[in-house]
């Protein structure tokens, strides 16, 4: 009797801090491999539990490897996000250096050749262009031995780019400059040059045309050829 | 004193170029190789590599050289404006003047609006410049290449 009061009494103690100790055990096993990941620990705890009903391996190492597909995953998807920041931050560079300066009125090139107000300020500035090149030419005096000789060389050269004489209405030369007068052609498009510079290049590196157009759609051009560059003191 | 005389002048030129361009807008530079011949019938004779632009040929060629400009800073219409171009080039013969070259300036509808020219060059180099230049003005220049003259490259401040 003594003999079976004892056992119940040890027993009693031991089997309860026997499965104390197990479970602590395991929630520490847990905490060890799960790393603070909760996935993990739940997933540890898991086969844990099936360990102590069914003990599978196998699971353990499934949940591993599909964890580890979604991380791949998930990284290709950081890496394509990347890209594509960085493709948007180029295109709006590009977009930076190729917008229009903010001072052009028009948006295309094509629209400000259709603006009226900048093809009137084209033309000011183009008959203003011309006034100061035929003040330059009157302003110098003739060399007659010279003007001769230069005129020659004018009109050989104005046979180069095919200008018919019917065209030319007049080459006068004075020390330094000629001016050569041109009408349009059959289409009233100015006269086309060309050959003329190279033709006439030792004698008058310099070379400015001025065209003129008139209120019933003709056109003059009036070539100044020079023995020196064009600047404000040689045109005045 | 005679030797001086020479160096001298060719630094005063060289400064002054320096200057002249150093003032200039940007510049690009453009491969001798972008020069064709200007004449259909003397192509064969124009040799293009990476070393630029050569003739080949016994007889002298013209060769037109294209030039990208910038002008979106340019003044819309030509004026006074002037910009400048440096042809580099080398002749069979060194130092020898028969290399001569011709800026042009064109508007956007084709119509001529001057050119510049420089003949005898002697030195390895021409510039050339006092073109109108505007914000829709094209330009090329017209080399005349003799026997074995090459072009290297075109200096464009256009």
């Known amino acids: 009797m003594k003999l079976v009061g004892f056992l119940a009494i040890v027993s009693g103690l031991v089997l309860p801090l026997g499965v104390l100790i197990s479970q602590k055990v395991e929630s520490k096993q847990a905490a060890i491999t799960g790393s603070g990941d909760p996935v993990i620990i739940q997933e540890t705890a898991k086969i844990s539990n099936n360990r102590l009903t069914t003990g599978s391996q196998d699971d353990l190492g499934e949940n591993l490897q599909v964890l580890a597909k979604d991380v791949v995953k998930l990284r290709a998807e950081v890496m394509a996000l990347r890209t594509e920041l960085q493709v948007q931050k180029q295109r709006q560079f590009v977009m930076s250096k190729t917008a229009v300066p903010a001072r052009q009125e028009a948006k295309t090139v094509l629209e400000m050749h259709n603006n009226a107000k900048v093809l009137a300020e084209a033309d000011k500035q183009n008959k203003e262009q011309g006034e100061i090149l035929e003040t330059g030419f009157r302003h110098q005096t003739e060399n007659v031995k010279w003007s001769a000789q230069a005129k020659n060389l004018v009109q050989g050269a104005l046979s180069k780019d095919k200008i018919p004489l019917d065209n030319v209405i007049g080459v006068e030369c004075r020390s330094s400059m000629c001016r050569v007068e041109l009408t349009g052609d059959a289409n009233n498009q100015p006269a086309s040059i060309a050959e003329l510079p190279m033709a006439v290049a030792e004698e008058f590196p310099n070379i400015r045309a001025n065209h003129i157009k008139g209120s019933d759609g003709t056109v003059t051009t009036i070539l100044y050829l020079s023995k020196s560059e064009f600047t404000p003191s040689t045109q005045n | ?158």
């Open chain 2, 1 to 158: 004193m005679k030797m001086c005389q020479p160096l001298g002048f060719a630094f005063v030129t060289y400064s002054l170029l320096a200057a002249l361009f150093s003032s200039l807008a940007t510049a690009s530079i453009h491969h001798g190789s972008v020069c064709n011949s200007l004449d259909q019938q003397n192509s064969k004779i124009v040799l293009k590599n990476s070393k630029g632009v050569q003739n080949i040929g016994n007889k002298a060629v013209k060769v037109i050289c294209p030039l990208i400009a910038d002008h979106l800073d340019a003044t819309i219409n030509p004026s006074d404006k002037s910009g400048g171009v440096l042809v580099d080039y080398r002749t069979s013969v060194p130092f020898s003047t028969s290399m001569s070259c011709t800026l042009y300036s064109y508007d956007y509808t084709g119509e001529f609006l001057g050119s510049a020219s420089f003949t005898s060059g002697f030195n390895f180099y021409i510039t050339l410049h006092g073109v109108p230049v505007g914000q829709w003005t094209n330009h090329s220049v017209v080399c005349t290449l003799q026997p074995l003259d090459r072009i290297i490259g075109i200096e464009s401040s256009l």
